[in-house]
């Protein structure tokens, strides 16, 4: 798997779990202090994020890190 598969096959995780708790891409960013569109890009697999920043996310959709990666 090429880094750019890695990052988009993670985006797409990120997005499912975020989606699944009923939370809209605003929702997050307003918890983590984020821009959309860094978020967006994250989920979309065009912006590498760093462990700090998915600890943010999971916390704010309520799941482990753990999750991102099954």
């Given amino acids: 798997m090429t880094e750019k598969e ?3 096959k993670l985006g797409k995780k990120i997005a499912q779990h975020r989606k ?3 939370k809209t891409l605003v929702d997050v960013c307003a918890v983590i ?3 959309k569109t860094n978020l967006s890009a994250i989920e979309n697999g ?3 994020a ?3 920043t998915l600890k943010k996310i999971a916390d704010a959709i309520g799941v482990e ?3 991102f990666f099954k």
């Fill in 65 to 67: 890190v753990a999750e």
């Fill in 50 to 52: 760093t462990s700090l």
């Fill in 20 to 22: 699944a708790s009923n």
């Fill in 33 to 35: 202090d984020m821009e």
């Fill in 6 to 8: 890695f990052l988009k």
């Fill in 46 to 48: 065009r912006q590498n």
